[in-house]
């Protein structure tokens, strides 16, 4: 048996009021349906079909990093009709689950719930129990077993009364899809071929459909306009708010953190207000993050103290090292351990060896830095001849003093000290004072100009 997922993508989002495709907008910076494609196969689909009807490029563009079989529904005929284009691709011993783009935050835990339910009764779909179920499928029975589901715009007063409703996931055998949907009429009320039918289709065969409940709306909730999307980001950051406080980690206030991405901590990581953690983010024990910090893509050692305001990406920060307020840890940047990176530092494609330090506003980039090594206040790697960047290399026990400019490619040997205020073009010696500096002037009796 092969599982095949069929994503329907195909709704124009004419609520979203955007050029971009419904589905691309994001929900934890990644497009809706991208959080489909990765549950789907988080079930084990051995194949997945992307029905899609507007904007074919930009989803293709967007999407081309995941296996998807493209499948173009040129006009919106309804949900049957949708997953009729897929057809074809279907054989009779697949198992077949039908999702949606515009869902995002359905669980694979519910999926597999969903997936044995088909295998064990035949036909599966994911029910829910609405207090208002206005707008929804409502799900009929016949002596207790499920005979169809109605639409809103087809249902009777009386039917709309029932408060169990279809949330538009479906597993089912190949073999009955595709006989089902050969059936389907479009005489209802919206003359659309509904993919609900395949209930009552079912029925007539004898063959009953199992439902699923799902406890959290959440997971089945769509997304058709900003205010949909926004409520789903919330309730996303606040089940990942969640996991992290259950896994011990402090958060000062669970409503002002984002996850972007994967987090692994160790213990007794603290994080403050409005903290964003992007792509694959690594914290060690004790790690202590202050408000308004963004890290994305970065591994975080122990004992780690980040202060606010600091960006950190693509870096791997050692254990003990101090960090910000106010700096910017880009690309390449690695910290060895027991290092302090102050305010206004930039660092780039720089590793730096233990206990050396760069207090204050600074620009190291391209650079090896050794052990002890401190970095004055205002120093610069000059690092680009405007076509080419160029090494700095900074030895153990270095000193560099405040307001350097070190033009790369050069060297500073081991013990070596720059004098504040130098430009250093050339290569400085082991344990030598190495300045450059123009002679200092005094004029005499100097009086300075006045306002009149
Ligand atoms: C559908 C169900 C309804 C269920 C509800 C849950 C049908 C007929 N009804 O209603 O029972 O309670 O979902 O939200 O299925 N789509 C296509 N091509 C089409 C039509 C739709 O790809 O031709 C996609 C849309 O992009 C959308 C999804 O299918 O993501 C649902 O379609 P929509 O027409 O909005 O169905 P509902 O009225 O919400
Ligand atoms: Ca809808």
New binding site residues.
Partial sequence: MTLKVII??????SRMKSQLP??LHRIAGKPMVEHVIDVASEVGAQQTYI???HGGDQLQAALQEHPLTWIH?S????????VQQSISCIDDSDQVLIL????PLITSETLKTLLVAQQEQGAAMLTMQLDDPT????ILYQDACVSG?V??KDATSEQKQLQQ????IFAVEGQDLKKWLGQIKNANA?Q??????IVALAYQDKKAFACVHVEDVLE?T?V?NRMQQAMLERAYQAKKAQELMLQGVTLIDPARIDVRGQVEVGQDVSIDANVVLEGQVKLGSGVQIGAHVVLKNCVIGDHVIIEPMSIIEGAVIGDACTIGPFARLRPGTHLMGQNRVGNFVEMKATTMGCQSKANHLTYLGDSTIGQKVNIGAGTITCNYDGAFKHQTQIEDDVFIGSGTQLIAPVVIKQGATVGAGSTISKDVEEQVLALTRSQQKTVANWSRPKKK
């Fill in positions: 329907l993508a195909a709704g124009k989002g419904k589905v029905v899609y009807g529904q006009e919106q005929l309804g949900t049957g009709h949708a949606y783009g515009d869902v707008g929804y499928g409502r589901i639409e809103e409703v279809n949330t538009g919206q659309e071929y509904y993919l609900t039918d089945v769509g058709n």
